[in-house]
């Protein structure tokens, strides 16, 4: 092999570098774009940390104060906030809480899915809360992107989440999962 054909190896096997760095991140950008679409929407169970030790049994104030009592059931923040956001908007068997954006496309599409399982299924009422106006509760409740769903029991839990924009049948079967009895609507 002579001098000048060394050097065409050496330039292919760089542009061969440079083809392999490139199909790997086609590579890892396709695998994070299919998890993403196949996660946004997925209703799951909510998140439950349990009573925090800090907040239940006796907590002395400062070293020579006597210990105070605080109640072992106190909402958290987040909870009152949502709580306060809602005050005579709950549905009687459960309620539908969308964050959604004023730009937001996908928000259309879930106020419509929403709306008409609300219409569907009596006594689950829909409320829909702008999140930049509610700066303060999107952060007490750790809400990322819009749309974000929050299924709440009759008692005002949240049981299920969906963070993306939810299918309507799967609206209707985790509405089924927090109502106790059988559906007493059609589809």
Known sequence: MGPGMHRGCERF???MTGLWVVLGVLGVA????????RSSGRIREARDAGPSPALTGVVPAAD???????????????VAALAAALEGRMG???????????FCQPCRATRRILEEVTVLVPGVSHVEIDAEDNLDLVRA??????PTVLFLDSQGTVRKHAS??????????????LMPGSPDFEI
Do not use: H, M, N, Y
Not at 30 to 37: N, R
Not at 65 to 78: G, K, L, R, S
Not at 141 to 146: E, N, P, S, V, Y
């Open 164 to 177: 993306g924009q939810p299918r309507k049948a799967d609206v209707i079967a985790a509405l089924g999962d």
């Open 13 to 15: 096997g760089s542009d």
């Open 141 to 146: 409740l750790d809400i990322r992107r819009t």
């Open 30 to 37: 396709t695998v994070f774009g299919l998890w993403f679409q």
């Open 92 to 102: 009687e068997r459960a309620t539908v809480v969308q964050f959604s954006s004023a």
């Open 64 to 78: 020579d104060d006597p210990p105070v009592d605080i109640e072992a059931d106190a909402p958290t923040p987040a």
